[in-house]
């Protein structure tokens, strides 16, 4: 039984995992080769859980679509002065089965065992299912 536990955060200003990809790697010249990097304004308490092996799931528009391995947490300080913790990402956003998600504010930890399962490579680029399809999908178990 996995002992890491995930993230999951709201990818806001995002429509598509696309968009996503593209901020990230607009961005990319801003952060270490090879990762990619959130600033979130608290430092999470079970950092040793997250980093054995856990991930941060992106919800977009409403669904759990994608996720990146997390390979570090680093103290930043913002432009205020105040201290925030900079989640060290892979670049590869890997695409998830879509769960629906409500809303909620900052970040929640997912365990390992019911977050939403990767899709299988030669799915990696399929289109989302439109959200009211994909929620009743997994309403019946179906997901």
């Known amino acids: 039984m996995p002992e ?26 801003r952060w270490p080769k090879g990762h990619a990097v959130h600033v979130t304004r608290m430092w999470p308490k079970r950092a040793e859980e997250l980093l054995d092996g856990g991930s941060l799931y992106w919800v977009i528009k409403g669904m759990v679509l994608a996720r990146q391995k997390l390979l570090g947490l ?11 913790c900079a989640l060290l990402l892979d670049r590869e956003v890997i695409r998830t089965e879509p769960v629906p998600r409500r809303p909620f504010q900052g970040w929640r930890y997912l365990a390992a ?25 997994a309403e019946i178990g179906l997901r």
């Open 74 to 84: 680093e103290r930043v300080a913002g432009d205020d002065g105040i201290q925030r």
């Open 4 to 29: 890491f536990v995930n993230l999951l955060k709201l990818c806001v200003g995002a429509d598509s995992v696309e968009d996503l990809e593209a901020w990230q790697d607009s961005q990319s010249h």
């Open 113 to 137: 065992e019911e977050s939403p399962r990767d899709l299988p490579k030669t799915r990696q680029k399929e289109e989302a299912l439109p959200e009211e399809l994909a929620r009743a999908l």
